[in-house]
């Protein structure tokens, strides 16, 4: 059973929510341990009546903190001292709702990069009609092909591994499918992704999420972090315009027809809500970690913790160093 | 009433779709010429029986061919002379469903730019809860920042003739929403936005979309694309989720309910349908362009020559150039 640590401290609704979203993971295959200042993790912790190890660490990085600089000055950031829980082997894989560049620099310097990376890429799992993995989300908003290369071989390893897609096709997120579209960035990319040792599809568009065209999506942390929060606007709009379009008018004679398929429309805005996944996954660091919104409750957190501990369970950091090599 | 000059010759369904389009925009308040080899379109109005003006050009752009070579070598290609009506005067506005840059260049070289605009943009209105205008489409996928102060400008007025926004907000897109987020384009643009004769909002983010936010977004052209594709993608994959989860398991106790709320839901997707609007403007233009995807049927086309009559019965042109030479 794969053991995680939780950066307790971060998060807007840290560490109450995040201690209960510990909690409730440990029903799903994973063990847990608490990283923070123990009073108020304890206190939590005593008030549902459960026991969990904790580790203490003294100081904390704010959302607003330069990063790399807090890093480095703030020696015992919970963040910091979950990733060198999993450098030094004692956690399987690491968990924080903090300020995610906080979370890339304490993977950065505690665990370090797979051989091969240039910069680790935060890999989401879209819940569309067939399930996308898209990165980088947000990690490098300037971006070097060779990078998205690396995405490419890291991508496909995620998703072969947790959206069981064999052989998975690997799309250049573009602005049209003919090759030679786009900026330098991708043209250049695209010679790079064809001898990748992946089924490089070519370029996709937008309008190809969900479909079978491709089951990764690479592109720079600008255009990804844009794609990814536009599918959520549009997905939780079109919701509540169909909500709107059956109910707005209040009309008796078709009440009860939409009361009897309303139970079907909450199930797949469950299904879209971003919080199913909990978290995104560092990828390129040289051991599992993933991060959730800094908005996250306590269900986002026990998804996050389940992710973790499925993505160290199943080695994918490892498949991704051999396919890397392979490159 | 205003004269829309129709380039018959452009598009994947030309001339058909688009003299059928055409035709069918006559009820709207439109006027048309029709540009192109006079005897294909001769023989759809004459199997339709309506009459409308014939300005023949000899030439085609294919939508493989270099634009801005194309334009130079073809003069009497049909998307230039319909350019070179409206420089003319002799129609108001000009509608393309043929390559975009193709369309990009004829409007550049044969209408020229509106002073104080370097770089023509693609706006187009996105059909969600809070129609909103989103610029650069794609037109430019490297802008500086001063293209995206001028987008801004452009993408108010449009806002407010075409929507109705009194003053709208007009964010910058980005990948959070503090100042000092994104890369140095977003950097650089927010002091310039900050100064232009606009309600600037600052920063907004992808899921910011079809929210009272932004009335307006200004992009570059590439991340625009992505945009708006990714919105048409999602709504219609979320569409098909919500069709399936109503109808998927042919449950008989609720198939009554789902047939008494489809029209609802069909109603809505209507709402939703990229072809609603039909086209897109290229602002910058010293006169109405709107452009047309490639695969356009006839209803998009009679939606886009609609959207130029309005557009050119407004003076959506004369306002830019006011506007911009307030800033």
Redesign the interface.
Known sequence: MARIAIDAMGGDLAPREIVLGAIAALEHDAEVVLVGDPAPIRAVLSDVGVDAPVVPATELIAM?EDPAAAIREKKDASVSVAARLVAAGEADGMVSAGSTGAALAAAVFGIGRIPGVSRPGIATILP??RPTVVLDA?AN??VKPEHLAQFAVMGAVMASIYLGYEDPAVGL?N?GSEAGK??DLEKEAFALLEAAPIRFVGNV???????PVADVLV?D???G??????????????????LE??TGDGDPS?S???E??MP??A??QA??DPEAYGGAHLLGARGTVVICHGSSTRVAVANAVTLAAEGAARGMVATIEEQLARG
Chains 1, 2 share one sequence.
């Open positions: 607003g569309i009609e947000g908003l300037a997120l602005i786009g900026r568009e937008g309008n190809d999420l969900g479909t592109t942390g600008f255009t972090n844009v794609l990814l929060k536009t599918v959520e606007a549009t997905a939780r709009g079109v919701g509540r315009m169909a379009a059956l078709t009860a027809a939409v009897t398929v079907r429309i199930e797949l299904r879209l």
